[in-house]
Structure formats: C-alpha cells, structure tokens
C-alpha cells in the first residue's frame, strides 16, 4: 500500500486512506486513534516485500477496498529505531477473522509480545502500546532485528 515516497525519518505516521492516497499524522493524534474503544491493533514489522505483500492480501481478502468493511481497516506506517513498522487497526470483533486468515499465510496474532528497543545500553519503549494491541509474527518464532 504506502511502498514509495514514505520518508522515515520525520515524525509523523502515515495513514493509508485508499489504494493510492495517504495522509499523515502527528504521533499523538495516532495515539488518540489508538485509544477508540472497540478496537485492535495489529503492529507489524516491515523487513522485505513479504510483509508489504501480507498487508496487501489483508484489505483485499478482509477489508477490500470500495466496500463498506474497508471504512473499518485502518492501515498506519512510521519509522522507528530506523525500520519501517505498520499497524493495521481493525474492529476488536475481527480478531479471530485476522486470525485465520493469518494462520494460512504462517502467522499468528500474539498478545502480550514485547517490541521495546535497547538504544545506547538504555530500554526505549515502542511508541504505542496497550491492552488492544498484538503483535504479527510468524507462528514458528519471532525474529529479533539487529541494527
């Protein structure tokens, strides 16, 4: 979806508002989005063209765009410590949908998954966080990113 012209190193997020358009947003103004009731959060590192690829097959197969679901996805991509991370908000009552539709490309949803940094011998936190949010990883571990 948001493949070119993204640049990383402002601090903004970009929000994926149909196949061919974004718009960006202050950090706290996603946070504010975050907090909506009724919803998840799907956080996904980006690392290679598979993960770009997944969040593509995601809207078209459960949110296809031009119809009434896919006003409920919310795709949001930013730079932090230096990769490309994504975060696909859907409505909480999809979960198991995501699920399944994840299991059959090799990924799970994991609850509870830390995704904190260690910069300069100091923890630093992921930006967003909270009880509505998951992790994808691929079901036969997790990777660990290394800069």
Aim: glycine share 10%; net charge positive; aromatic share 12%.
């Amino acid at each position: 979806m948001l493949q070119t012209g993204v640049d990383l190193t402002k601090a903004l997020v970009y929000v994926g508002r149909s196949e061919t358009r974004a718009q960006t947003e202050s950090f706290s103004d996603a946070r504010r989005f975050f907090n909506k009731p009724g919803r998840i959060h799907l956080i996904q590192v980006m690392l290679g063209e598979e993960s770009a690829a997944l969040l593509v097959d995601f809207e078209r197969t459960l949110y296809r765009y031009g119809t009434d679901r896919n006003e409920l996805y919310h795709c949001r991509m930013f730079g932090w410590q230096g990769i490309r991370w994504s975060i696909l908000s859907i409505p909480a009552r999809d979960e198991e949908r995501a699920q399944n539709f994840l299991g059959l490309r090799g990924r799970m949803i994991s609850k509870g998954a830390r995704y904190d940094a260690l910069t300069g011998g100091r923890q630093e936190r992921f930006p967003f966080s909270g009880e509505n949010f998951r992790l994808i990883r691929h079901e036969k571990g997790l990777f660990a990113v290394f800069k």
